[in-house]
């Protein structure tokens, strides 16, 4: 499978990746993270401007673009530790078969580009996606898994047992990982990195592999949800989120899906001869 990078903004993001290459982690202030790249405020597929015009037909008409993200499938690891950035996991069997059914259940539909946090998990999860439609893996650095720091490969069980754990699951917007990153960083440069590529590919259909937490973190972003909520958000391996990003903000169209697509994702075109 052929890997196509795309450099993320994120200084701890880019740090780590260039660490896990044996390169220089040193970074100037031109990596610094500025933020994310828009905020939404209101979104529908057909969406008045304040004048009163209709967006469609207009000459300010920008068509939205459909958001795919697709938690990636399961390792042997997935549930009882925290994996985190760790190298080396691949799916398991049954996470490559996860993977194959994602990528026939996305088959038919109209897609422009496939993203992949750069984590084997991801990458083999995005495979199965891109494959069918003939594309390269593209990897987003900006939605890398959560950086846990200390809690990186430990046991779950043992970790419900610390302050830092309750933290996480009552007041994530306060919490950072020990020697990680906080949730509320994490938030940012996700939503940044989606912006990203979402302005890149207005009126297009893209996928972007991630992980739960980022995930969760980017549902609540777009739908007005604070922070400290997003644990009630479920998002499952294997699982397909889909958003309608426009002009006047999100439009959440199915979450956390295990199931048809047919209806929510416009089908390939027959390419003309």
Same mark, same amino acid.
């Given at each position: 499978?052929?890997?196509?990078?795309?450099?993320?903004?994120?200084?701890?993001?880019?740090?780590?990746?260039?660490?896990?290459?044996?390169?220089?982690?040193?970074?100037?202030?031109?990596?610094?993270?500025?933020?994310?790249?828009?905020?939404?405020?209101?979104?529908?597929?057909?969406?008045?401007?304040?004048?009163?015009?209709?967006?469609?037909?207009?000459?300010?008409?920008?068509?939205?673009?459909? !958001?795919?993200?697709?938690?990636?499938?399961?390792?042997?690891?997935?549930?009882?530790?925290?994996?985190?950035?760790?190298?080396?996991?691949?799916?398991?069997?049954?996470?490559?078969?996860?993977?194959?059914?994602?990528?026939?259940?996305?088959?038919?539909?109209?897609?422009?580009?496939?993203?992949?946090?750069?984590?084997?998990?991801? !990458?083999?999860?995005?495979?199965?996606?891109?494959?069918?439609?003939? !594309?390269?893996?593209?990897?987003?650095?900006?939605?890398?898994?959560?950086?846990? #720091?200390?809690?990186?490969?430990?046991?779950?069980?043992?970790?419900?047992?610390?302050?830092?754990?309750?933290?996480?699951?009552?007041?994530?917007?306060?919490?950072?990982?020990?020697?990680?990153?906080?949730?509320?960083?994490?938030?940012?440069?996700?939503?940044?990195?989606?912006?990203?590529?979402?302005?890149?590919?207005?009126?297009?259909?893209?996928?972007?592999?991630?992980?739960?937490?980022?995930?969760?973190?980017?549902?609540?972003?777009?739908? #007005?949800?604070? !922070?400290?909520?997003?644990?009630?958000?479920?998002?499952?391996?294997?699982?397909?989120?889909?958003?309608?990003?426009?002009?006047?903000?999100?439009?959440?169209?199915?979450?956390?899906?295990?199931?048809?697509?047919?209806?929510?994702?416009?089908?390939?075109?027959?390419?003309?001869?």
């Amino acid at each position: 499978m052929e890997v196509h990078r795309l450099v993320g903004h994120d200084p701890d993001v880019r740090r780590w990746w260039s660490q896990r290459q044996g390169r220089n982690p040193t970074l100037d202030q031109s990596g610094a993270l500025e933020g994310p790249c828009g905020w939404p405020v209101r979104s529908a597929l057909v969406s008045k401007d304040p004048d009163g015009k209709t967006e469609k037909g207009s000459h300010h008409s920008v068509a939205a673009t459909r !958001l795919v993200l697709v938690r990636h499938a399961v390792t042997p690891q997935t549930g009882p530790v925290l994996s985190g950035r760790s190298p080396g996991i691949d799916l398991s069997e049954d996470g490559i078969a996860q993977a194959v059914v994602v990528g026939a259940r996305l088959a038919n539909a109209q897609i422009a580009a496939v993203y992949s946090s750069p984590i084997e998990r991801t !990458l083999q999860t995005a495979g199965h996606i891109a494959g069918h439609h003939g !594309l390269e893996v593209r990897v987003l650095d900006g939605v890398l898994e959560a950086d846990y #720091g200390k809690w990186t490969g430990k046991k779950i069980v043992d970790l419900v047992k610390s302050d830092v754990w309750k933290t996480v699951q009552v007041a994530p917007s306060r919490a950072r990982f020990p020697g990680g990153e906080t949730l509320a960083g994490m938030q940012a440069r996700m939503v940044a990195a989606l912006e990203d590529v979402v302005s890149q590919h207005a009126g297009e259909t893209i996928v972007v592999v991630s992980h739960a937490d980022p995930i969760k973190a980017a549902v609540a972003h777009f739908t #007005g949800t604070h !922070l400290d909520l997003f644990q009630r958000i479920m998002i499952s391996p294997a699982s397909v989120t889909v958003f309608e990003l426009g002009k006047f903000g999100a439009v959440l169209v199915t979450c956390n899906s295990i199931s048809d697509l047919a209806e929510i994702l416009p089908a390939k075109t027959a390419k003309a001869e």
